[in-house]
Structure formats: C-alpha cells, structure tokens
C-alpha cells in the first residue's frame, strides 16, 4: 500500500524528520537522562513524562520515513474547468441549502477546522472531476448518501501554507 502525496508532502516531511532527529532527538534523551538522575525511578514522574515525550518523537521518526518510503507522488494538475487538489469550491449542500467553501488536499494536510479536505474522503472522491453545475452523490457510508451542487471553482496550487498533519 501506498500513499499518494505531492512533492511538497514530501519536502515537508523530510523537513520534519530532520528536525526531530538531529535538533530535537538529542534535547529529548538529554531530558531523559537528566529526569532519571533525579532518583526514584517508581516514583519519578518527570522520567515517566521525558520517556513518553521521547517515544512519541521516535515514533513520529519511524511514520513519516514510512510515509516518505512507500509515497506515490502525484501531480496537482487539473483541467481549467475542473475540481482538483489545493481548488477552492462552493458547494451548496442540497438538503440544507447550506452553502460552503471547501479545499481538497492529500490525506497528509487536511484540517477540517479551516475548510480542507481529504481527496480520499467520501466527499473528496465524489467531487474531484466534476464541474461548476454538477451535482453530485457523496456515500458518506453505506446508510447515508446526500447531494452536493458545485457552485465555483477557484484555482489553487500547492503553495506550501498547509501544515503536515500533527498525528
């Protein structure tokens, strides 16, 4: 299995491997061995709490080399007249005449707080390709489905503002 990532999904991870492993990686086992100079390891919080801060840098190491390692990269290329990665869209939700401006990204950069979502989302899969006018079905599970009519489409690139995901 693969994930499919842009260039800059890329650049940003590695970015961020090289952060944690050659700036943060040393402050963390310092952390470690200073907690544990303290004495009482079964009574030792702040070793307790430096051991964790440690694993979670490790293991954010080891997935986003995974990441990098088994990526597919894809290009951010879109006809003119059609919904692709990093677009903005208007949609109207048909059955709540809620209208809402949306983005697609890789599974990597989305926040739904700021309107970005997965292309790998029900929601994603159904409108990427599709044009101003269209309608379209999103099977959000098996027992819910509901219609969506694109409004607009802004065209947008990869301009490296969206964060990598925290976890």
């Known amino acids: 299995m693969y994930n499919e990532l842009t260039e800059i999904d890329i650049k940003k ?39 964790r801060a440690n694993g979670r840098n490790e293991s954010r190491i080891r997935y986003l080399q995974k990441m990098v390692k088994t990526a597919k990269i894809i290009k951010v290329e879109s006809k003119p007249d059609e919904v692709g990665l990093f677009d903005k869209i208007e949609v109207l939700y048909e059955d709540t005449d809620e209208k809402v401006v949306l983005m697609l990204s890789t599974t990597t950069r989305l926040d739904l707080a700021e309107g970005i979502i997965s292309k ?46 925290a976890y």
């Open 13 to 51: 991870m590695k970015e961020e491997i090289y952060y944690r492993s050659v700036e943060l990686r040393p402050k963390l086992t310092d952390d470690v061995r200073e907690a544990r100079s303290l004495g009482d390891l079964s009574e030792n919080e702040e070793y307790r709490a430096a051991r």
């Open 120 to 165: 790998e989302s029900p929601f994603g899969k159904a409108v990427l390709g599709k044009k101003v006018g269209d309608r379209v079905l999103v099977k959000a599970s098996p027992d819910y489905s509901y219609y969506v009519k694109i409004l607009s489409i802004t065209k947008g690139h990869d301009d490296e503002s969206i964060p990598l995901n």
